[in-house]
């Protein structure tokens, strides 16, 4: 960026020229660089360097040179400035934050533990200023602005004492009815303590991570996982997931301040944690809800202290991968596969170095892990005696030493079904890809299948107008006085023609006259006119040569298209060389899934067909655009990686758009096409084909920049859109303020959060907010302009929006 910004410079303030037919004349501010093109006695071009102060006397060389280093001096500082004057993004700033509060840290770090973080981390203003503007920057607010609504002084004085009173800062919301759920939320105050104590323990803990992990980490999230498990696992013979099911209890407390005690020495913070433990409102749950999509019910604390109390398992994999991988050699398995040279050395040191000893097996076992957050994948190479061993290790380890509960009903699939996986909200599975030569064969079918289908169509439409003509021409000579007699002048058809006029009575005699016929040719199994006068009309009138030779290629056609691909591989020259198929590892979107979220929230019909959103009519055209853009964007964002993409963007097409044009359509009770003649602009936003493939060619998606570290924007980059219909509009006498934290601005309207739907985890990622707690059922809150947008176009999530400011 700094080298951009140096070219920049140098473009704007140095480059004016002025080309002449023996010179050119470079004005560097006071220095002038002139070129001669001009042959000279040694027969290159010369090159004078002068300044406009000692432009009189050309032997000061000296003050040239000073002036040159001068003028290279003020473009750094020109870069500099241009930089500092370009502003920062979100990230950009979120980075910025942390780093003052990183320098804090290590300052604290003594004798191989941070001590005292609480009093002299925590408990600073400074901190807690960063951590409420780290808030603010969540909820997409300008940090610039200060509000001066918290005094930071005033809490850094009762954490610092240890006078703070969680359960005070705290509110409650249940569900109605006689099973009560309870979601125990944090005011503004809290919440800022809370993001402090979670940048603190990011920055203590982010360098200890195992690769494993990929949840809420720089670098890392839902697509390195994915990516990881396409590119990284080969050859996998069985995978499996397992599903935690547990809140938090006293035990895994206990577990989780133990572990932490490694590295951080400091029982004020334990204790503000255990407090909050107490006052329900760590929201600590493992299972339950999927992590990092930005619902409510996940606490602020949950994603670090997750990654910290897992982290023990991640080690306890490393163990069990080194007893199977390297310890272990009761299981063996034949084939092909890489080696790995860290393991044969491993083996060559347990077996005292036995040169005979090195290759026992063609291929070793591999055992690999995948963990985002509580969501866990594993795959295994080898027998599947190898997999159920591998699995109640791990289970035994999460159930006897993390005290956590695991679903145990997930059974062991092998990586060949053609089923796949669920994993991360998409389904992962295996599929062949051909090799060049069979795809060449497909292609070759496919061409020789459509040429015969042409011949087939150009046949059916040459013995119709065949037959066509036959009958015309047969019924212009048959006169209603010979045909007359074939009638029964006793059927009810006969009765009702005598009432006809003269001139209608002969259409009926005609068809008297074709049923008739068509009894003789026994042609009732025909499905259609024009098939009955292909078939029993003009196909027997041809020459029976001319018939049989389209019959015999028509056979040759279709025995060629069912033919086995191997039979005709053996045809082409070299095939054993270019015939071998590849099995690769896909991503695929869950489609059937995505459709039925839009059948539920109300874009389709349950025909497939889109349909007006009853529940967006009254919002502005701007924000009802902003709705649809916004499932549009998220798919964009999760999906572009899918190998079934094409299925996404036709969904785009097809169910989104129109769904948008129609529910405008309905609002402002005009045609559909009038809407799109005169919102075109507008309805640009929801992206079009063309659009799609450029974004993902040339990367210039209009939030890819901003999504791009997880870690920074984790709950925000995979929130899901949620539906909010209007409830009132605000009024001087019933005044109403944004609820988003940090933001000042007043809220024109008043808006019903509808929870439409509640999954069982782990579930599906259809771009849907898919289990937002049940107590926040037609919750209302306000909301300014800007921050519907940004709710709706994926800019900020549920998390950002203060439920306890309806008063």
Known sequence: MRFVGLLQVWRRNLLKYDIMRSKILVPVNSLVVTVTRGPTETGQASVHYSTLAAADDTNDKGIGKMTLAKNLAFLVEDCSNFDEKRPKSRMELKRSLELCIKKRVKEQYMNGKFQDLMGKVIANPETLQDAYNSVRLNSNVDIAVSDGCVSFESMAEELYSGKFDVKANTFSISTKGSNKEVLVLPNLKLKIVQEAIRIVLEIVYRPFFSKISHGCRSGRGHSSALKYIRKEISSPDWWFTLHLNKKADSHVLAKLISVMECKIEDPSLYDIIQRMFDAQVLNLEFGGFPKGQGLPQEGVLSSILMNVYLDCFDIEFYRLSMKYEVLNSNFHIDGDASHSKLRSWFRRQLKGNDVNAVVEEKISIRVHAVRFMDEMFFAVSGLKEVAVAFKSDIVNYLQSCLHLDVDNQTEILPCEGPNGICFLGTLIRRSVKDSPAVKAVHKLKEKVKLFALQKQEAWDAGTVRIGKKWLAYGLKKVKESEIKHLADTSSTLSQI???????????????????????????????????????????????????????????????????ETAATLALLPNSSSSTKSVTITEIVAPVNAIKKRLLRYGLVTPEGYPRTTSLLILLDKCQIIDWFSGIVHRWLRWYRECDNFSEIKLMISNEVRKSCVRTLAAKYRIHENEIENRLDSELSRISSFEEIDHE????????????????????????????????????????????????????????????????????????????????????????????????????????????????
């Open 497 to 563: 023609s005598g009432f006809r006029k003269a001139g209608m009575q002969t259409d009926h005699w005609y068809k008297l006259l074709l049923k008739v016929w068509m009894q003789d040719v026994k042609a009732k199994a025909a499905e259609s006119e024009d098939l009955l006068l292909s078939k029993y009309v003009a196909e027997p009138a041809l020459p029976q040569e001319l018939r049989e030779s389209f019959y015999e290629f028509q056979k040759c056609a279709e025995k060629y298209v069912s033919s």
């Open 696 to 807: 993902m060619a040339y990367g210039t998606s209009d939030s890819q920049a901003l999504y791009n570290d997880d870690a920074l924007m984790y709950g925000i980059t995979y929130s899901g859109l949620c539906l909010l219909s209007l409830a009132r509009v605000v009024t001087q006498s019933r005044p109403c303020n944004c609820f988003i934290f940090g933001c000042l601005a007043a809220a024109p309207c008043v808006y019903t959060l509808h929870v439409m739907e509640r999954q069982k985890f782990p579930g599906w990622k259809t771009g849907f907010s898919s289990c937002i707690h049940p107590s926040l059922n037609k919750r209302r809150i306000g909301l300014c302009k800007q921050h519907l947008q940004d709710l709706y176009l994926g800019h900020v999530s549920l998390q950002s929006i203060d439920f306890g400011a309806w008063k």
